[in-house]
């Protein structure tokens, strides 16, 4: 037999990114949203799929989708990128701004997929710590950031898998050391509407400051996989450059168009599961565990009197499925737990009360 061809060297090296896939009734391990798009979405996009000119190529564009994104957040559309979910995004601003001979920053525990996407395209990855209580540390941004001088740094707000939101004041220091090293700051807000307050409100075309989010989550869409990004006008030009040819097609544009007409629908959602969050919240602290407030739609807990591993199984025996964050950078014995409904979450907090005791 021939000798296989090898991958690259840093490549070979690497471990993909995976999320177990287990058979469970109640899956509380992947921050997906627990209730699905209204009917009437559903309705309108079985409707479309009639009309589409299968035998064409889609908008190349997406102008429909940007222009409507666009005036939702206020912004122009060329100002807005669509991509195959947000991690498509991520992985454009690495090709256009990152690659060999430049670095990234990122603050480890924080979304793996930066660091991946990063080493994947070629780039130095320049690990930062945070606190211990998993906050950012601004001493830390402006060591990792002078001694790399990176050309993307990126901050997770909501963070996954903490749940913490970084602050304005945060956020515009840390976008004043970015400038200063003349790079780009990426705000990575998958969980953004679920928080207090968002970056968008800072974008500009005179700041070198993107967000990304992500039709996953708030809109009920993982199965879409669709997300954007807003920043200034000089960036997406840039990323239009890199991005594969016709790379979004017609179906997702089109899902993602017919969701901004359910708008109240989302915020309803929002509201819902944010009011569960607090439910869950309060039930996990009268229980042993480490528990860390979340602005997102999940959160992270740490059994005091228990091995993690040894809960994360006795749940999944309870057929309750969440996610096993204990051999990820600085969160050992850590598990992160999504809000499902009231249902799934009485399932999870009942099977939980059983494996600690």
């Not at 100002?79 to 991690?87: C, I, Y």
């Not at 990152?98 to 979304?111: H, L, Q």
């Not at 990063?118 to 950031?145: C, H, M």
Request: hydrophobic residues 45%; charged residues 20%; negative net charge.
């Amino acid at each position: 037999m021939a000798p296989r061809i090898a991958p690259r060297d840093d490549i070979a090296l690497m471990d993909g990114y995976h999320s177990p896939q287990v058979s469970v009734d109640v899956r509380l391990n992947t921050n997906e949203s627990p209730l699905p798009p209204p009917a009437g979405f559903v309705a309108a996009l079985a409707d479309h799929i009639a009309s589409v000119d299968w035998n064409r190529y889609p908008d190349r564009g997406a102008t429909e989708l940007r222009a409507r994104l666009a005036e939702l957040h206020g912004v122009d559309a060329d100002q807005v990128f669509a991509a195959n979910g947000s991690n498509e995004v991520l992985q454009t601003l690495s090709l256009t701004y990152g690659g060999p001979g430049r670095a990234i920053a990122v603050f480890e525990p924080t979304y793996a997929m930066h660091s991946q996407i990063g080493r994947i395209t070629g780039a130095t990855v320049a690990v930062g710590g945070r606190a211990a209580d998993l906050s950012l540390d601004p001493q830390e941004v402006g060591r990792v950031l002078a001694e790399s001088s990176p050309a993307i740094t990126y901050l997770c707000s909501p963070n996954n898998p903490t749940g913490l939101v970084e602050t304005r004041e945060t956020v515009l220091d840390v976008l004043a050391q970015v400038e200063a090293i003349g790079g780009l700051l990426v705000v990575d807000e998958a969980y953004g509407q679920f928080a207090p307050w968002s970056a968008l409100e800072l974008i500009s075309d005179d700041r070198p400051l993107v967000v990304t989010r992500t039709y996953s989550k708030t809109w009920s869409m993982a199965a879409v996989r669709l997300g954007y990004l807003i920043g200034p006008a000089w960036v997406v030009a840039e990323l239009e450059k890199v991005v594969l040819p016709y790379h979004l097609d017609s179906l997702s544009q089109a899902a993602g168009i017919l969701a901004l007409r359910y708008v109240d629908d989302m915020e309803q959602r929002v509201s819902l599961l944010t009011e569960e969050r607090g439910r869950l919240d309060a039930a996990l602290r009268d229980l042993p565990l480490e528990v860390w407030p979340s602005a997102a739609n999940f959160i992270l807990f740490r059994p005091t009197a228990a091995d993690a591993d040894e809960v994360w199984q006795g749940l999944v025996d309870r057929s309750v499925l969440v996610r096993n964050c204990s051999g990820w950078p600085g969160l050992q014995g850590c598990l992160r737990v999504t809000i499902g409904t009231r249902d799934d979450d009485d399932r999870f907090l009942t099977a939980l009360r059983e494996v600690l005791t």
